[in-house]
């Protein structure tokens, strides 16, 4: 079974740039047909999509983050990250990590806040 662990800073200042590490354990983050995504949810609202890495390495955005969003992944360690820059409280969530959408991460809040 994939699980999958979120890492990171509770608590980012304003303009600062929010980076997360997705740790995967159970299965590779390069096999076939597994795309890892970031998700987030703020507070009262619903689930956002963040984006996306495929098992290729081949990445893709919600086009209303693209400008401040990268994913990357290190298959040495078998992880996958999030930056997302120039954060503002808006940005403040719960941000997930999940593989095709059915094997999810517990969440970490993240808060934007100076």
């Known amino acids: 079974q994939v699980q999958l662990q979120e890492s990171g800073p509770g608590l980012v200042k304003p303009s600062q740039t929010l980076s997360l590490t997705c740790t995967v354990s159970?299965?590779?983050?390069?096999?076939?047909?597994?795309?890892w995504n970031w998700i987030r949810q703020p507070p009262g609202k619903g689930l956002e999509w963040i984006g996306v890495?495929?098992?290729?390495?081949?990445?893709y955005y919600n086009s209303s983050l693209k400008s401040r969003t990268s994913i990357s992944r290190d298959t040495s360690k078998n992880l996958f990250t999030l930056q997302l820059s120039s954060v503002t409280p808006e940005d403040t969530a719960v941000y997930y990590c999940?593989?095709?959408?059915?094997?999810w991460g517990q969440g970490t809040q993240v808060t934007v806040s100076s």
């Open positions: 999940t593989t095709n959408l059915y094997y």
């Open positions: 890495i495929q098992y290729s390495g081949s990445t």
């Open positions: 159970g299965g590779s983050i390069t096999t076939n047909h597994y795309y």
